[in-house]
C-alpha cells in the first residue's frame, strides 16, 4: 500500500489544487478501492488535509 499512498501523493502535488479522488483515479491510474484504502491512510497519518468537503490536498 506504500506504493499507492505515494503515487497518490505525487499526484496531489503535481495538481497544484485540491482533488477529488475520481480525479486521482483518473491522474493515477490506481483501482478506486486501492486510492480509497491509500487515502484512508493518508487521512489518519496527517499526510492530506480536506480544504472543502470532497477535495483533498497534501498536509
Do not use: H, N
Amino acid at each position: 500500500m506504500a506504493d499507492a499512498t505515494d503515487t497518490i501523493l505525487k499526484a496531489m502535488k503535481k495538481a497544484g489544487k485540491p482533488i477529488q479522488a475520481g480525479e486521482l483515479e483518473k491522474a493515477t491510474g490506481l483501482p478506486r478501492k486501492d486510492i480509497d484504502k491509500a487515502m484512508k491512510l493518508l487521512k489518519e497519518s496527517g499526510a492530506i488535509v480536506s480544504p472543502k468537503r470532497c477535495y483533498w490536498e497534501p498536509a
